[in-house]
């Protein structure tokens, strides 16, 4: 790990003294009617309220292909100078991946079993050691203005114990997904030298302690322990779950001493009165998180941002007032000793 990775972990530690950050998916990549070409600095976000998130989401489905343009049509070179922006100004940056099914051709959703193809003794591993030899390229590539790599969150496999992606729960032994991650971190690093990631683990709402390590592949290969809980029903049963999802995240994460996140949240179009400010801001304030990021801004029936003209905005700005919800400014400005 460099020296900058190391400092993005301790940064992740510090945040939690003074609040927790705030982050959206593809912020400056696009929102709603715009799209950056690049050469902007622009979020949704910021056009609401008083500064960007902290914390940058970025989508890597489709460069393992070698292709130009992310699954959500981000192009790849755009992201890197968008990264780079982002983290120049002293933002957090952490990477998605919903990979196609390797077997099936099909994208991420379609559950065609693949992991064990992918192992070094599947039929697959050639190609996903070019799969993976491509995303350390564009790890390795990123890089600041003096030429020192930018430390970055990769979440590989999310969601592994839902059942919805290729890599979940009943389309692998929970052994084979472990020895994914395994490949895939051995890979990354001693093949293609690698340095500049910090790992995340984060499995789906859960409920139970036993099911969030059921897929864990152990705390040498976990810098960052997440959870992605979004709200699909009533704010009374999300803030059920989610309060009881935190409580044993921390416990979790107190006893391996990792910074833990809820690494995807939000209510999709936000129609809920006062989401911010009343459902969201109450459950994570206390809750010891490092941040939590809301998903993509893609279009007026697929947002979790606020975006200019939207009822949320109100509530939105009230929420962004809190001195424990960080912003860009506020992380950037957080001090604490490099070690
Ligand atoms: C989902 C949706 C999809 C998107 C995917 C990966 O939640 O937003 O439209 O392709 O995430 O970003």
Redesign the pocket.
């Known amino acids: 790990m460099t020296k900058r990775t190391r400092r993005l972990l301790q940064k992740l530690r510090e945040i939690p003294k003074k609040g927790y950050a705030f982050g959206h ?1 593809d912020a400056l990549a696009y929102g709603i009617d715009w799209k950056n070409n690049g050469n902007e600095f622009k979020s949704d976000v910021a056009l609401v309220c008083r500064d960007h998130p902290a914390v940058f989401g970025f ?1 890597l ?1 489709n460069l393992e292909k070698g292709l130009p343009d992310s ?2 049509g981000v192009n790849f070179k755009v992201m890197r100078k968008l990264v780079q922006k982002a983290y120049q100004k002293g933002g957090i940056i952490t990477f ?1 991946w ?1 990979p196609d099914n390797p077997v099936s051709g099909k994208n991420a959703w379609d559950t065609t079993k693949a992991v064990h193809t992918l192992l070094p003794k599947g039929d697959l591993y050639g190609q996903f050691y070019e799969w993976v030899r491509n995303l350390g390229h564009f790890f390795r590539s990123l890089k600041d203005k003096k030429g020192r790599r930018i430390p970055v969150i990769f979440r590989p496999f999310h969601e592994m114990n839902g059942s919805w992606f290729w890599w979940g729960k009943g389309h692998c032994k929970p052994e084979d997904f472990v020895s994914l991650w395994h490949e895939t971190l051995k890979l990354l690093t001693e093949e293609f030298k690698v340095r500049n990631l910090l790992y995340c683990y984060s499995p789906n709402l859960l409920l139970r302690k036993k099911d969030y390590l059921k897929y864990y592949p152990g705390d040498s290969h976990v810098d960052v322990l997440g959870i992605d809980v979004y709200q699909h029903l009533t704010a009374r049963l999300f803030i059920r779950h989610l309060k009881k999802d935190l409580a044993l995240l921390k416990k979790i994460a107190t006893d391996k001493n990792k910074p833990f996140a809820l690494t995807e949240t939000g209510l999709e179009k936000i129609g809920k009165k006062k989401w911010f400010t009343n459902v969201l801001h109450p459950l994570l304030v206390d809750s010891g998180i490092t941040y939590a990021l809301v ?2 801004n ?1 279009h007026p029936n ?1 947002h979790y941002a606020p975006y200019p003209g939207h009822a949320i905005c109100e509530d939105f700005i009230a929420y962004a007032e809190n001195p424990q919800v960080l912003f860009l400014k506020d992380v950037k400005k957080l001090k604490y000793k490099a070690k």
């Open positions: 998916q989508e489905g699954i959500d998605s919903h998903w993509r893609d697929h």
